[in-house]
Nanobody, 118 residues
Framework: QVQLVESGGGWVQPGGSLTLSCATS????????MSWYRQAPGKERELVATINILGTLTEYAASVKGRFAIARDNSKETVTLHMGNLVAEDTAVYYC???????????WGQGTQVTVST
């Protein structure tokens, strides 16, 4: 069974940084684009960033462009999301999934909570 395990979340003050990591197992990681999503309280899950198979092409939501950076390590089967200059609106549970812009896996991991506040 495919497993997605997100980690690295926490509390950070506005302007701070965090790096999230997603580890996968039972999954042909190097054959799929990967994406990060987030879901804020009372809102639908939204796409944050996506990266292609080789890590040579990325896309970002307008709200995070220039502040977030997605990367992947196919040898370790992990995808990371470096988040900088965080603002309160970035507060959400962050999830990873396979696919370019659209989640391909029917199940989701537990996510990792990011809270940005003073």
């Amino acid at each position: 069974q495919v497993q997605l395990v997100e980690s690295g979340g926490g509390w950070v003050q506005p302007g701070g940084s965090l790096t999230l990591s997603c580890a996968t197992s039972e999954f042909p990681f190097s054959m799929y684009s990967m994406s990060w999503y987030r879901q804020a309280p009372g809102k639908e899950r939204e796409l944050v960033a996506t990266i292609n198979i080789l890590g040579t092409l990325t896309e970002y939501a307008a709200s995070v462009k220039g502040r977030f950076a997605i990367a992947r390590d196919n040898s370790k089967e992990t995808v990371t999301l470096h988040m900088g200059n965080l603002v309160a609106e970035d507060t959400a549970v962050y999830y990873c999934n396979a696919g370019w812009r659209t989640p391909m896996l029917g199940s989701w991991g537990q996510g990792t909570q990011v809270t940005v506040s003073t």
